[in-house]
């Protein structure tokens, strides 16, 4: 099942980075999402909503315009308590921004496939250690972005990099060509105002646009 999911994170390509503020927009956001190709959500536990918004979205079973079911995942999740409460809402992976070894040993024990976020050589070493070769790169753009992925890839051709922080419109297409990167997180397509203003159109058409310009990109890689 692990491998299944890393799979379909893999085939995703762009993952949407949410905080969202009330459970109530869960659906039609992920709904909007759907709307604009893409087929994964990643829910923060940077706001209180977080744990019903994605036991939301789970009971919802909604399903991608290829007709499986959306990809559910905990974003942010920084300790073993979180990890659990994203597990038990019915989140199928979990993404945190660093290595802490006892929320990685945890998702290990529960089944649940964790990307944990690196910033370094060490960081990568000490994730490779734990049996981790799929590793989130946060904050992208702030460490040194494409160059420092290509610099990294050298030491590590095993890893592959989901770039999260400082990806947009502008710089997605050129982060999708780089063999490292498996997915690019974003949070551009699902701004907190458009989200609490419900302009789903806006965000259906900002997720149709990162889709288009990640296939583009990724041809590069053929």
Do not use: H
């Amino acid at each position: 099942m692990q491998n299944e999911i890393l799979r379909q994170l893999k085939n995703a390509g762009v993952v949407p980075v949410v905080k969202i503020d009330f459970v109530d927009k869960a659906i039609p956001l992920a709904k909007a999402l759907i709307a604009g190709g893409l087929s994964t959500i990643e829910i923060t536990f940077r706001s209180d909503a977080a744990f019903e918004a994605i036991k939301a979205l789970v009971d919802a079973k909604l399903k991608t315009q290829e007709g499986k079911s959306l990809l559910i995942g905990a974003g942010t999740v920084i300790n073993a308590e979180i990890a659990k409460k994203a597990i038990d809402a019915g989140s199928q992976f979990l993404v945190s921004p660093g290595t802490n070894a006892k929320t990685i040993a945890y998702c290990r024990a529960e089944s649940t496939p964790i990307i944990p976020g690196v910033s370094s050589a060490s960081d990568i070493e000490g994730a490779l250690e734990q049996g981790l070769n799929l590793l989130k790169f946060f904050p992208s753009e702030a460490l040194g972005g494409l160059k420092m992925l290509q610099a990294l890839r050298g030491p590590f051709p095993q890893v592959s990099f989901m770039p999260t922080g400082g990806i947009n419109r502008a710089n997605l297409k050129a982060y999708a060509a780089e063999k490292s990167v498996f997915a690019i997180g974003g949070s551009w397509m699902v701004a907190p105002e458009d989200i609490e203003s419900e302009n789903w159109e806006k965000i259906t058409k900002l997720s149709s646009e990162a889709l288009a310009l990640w296939e583009e990109g990724r041809k590069a890689l053929l």
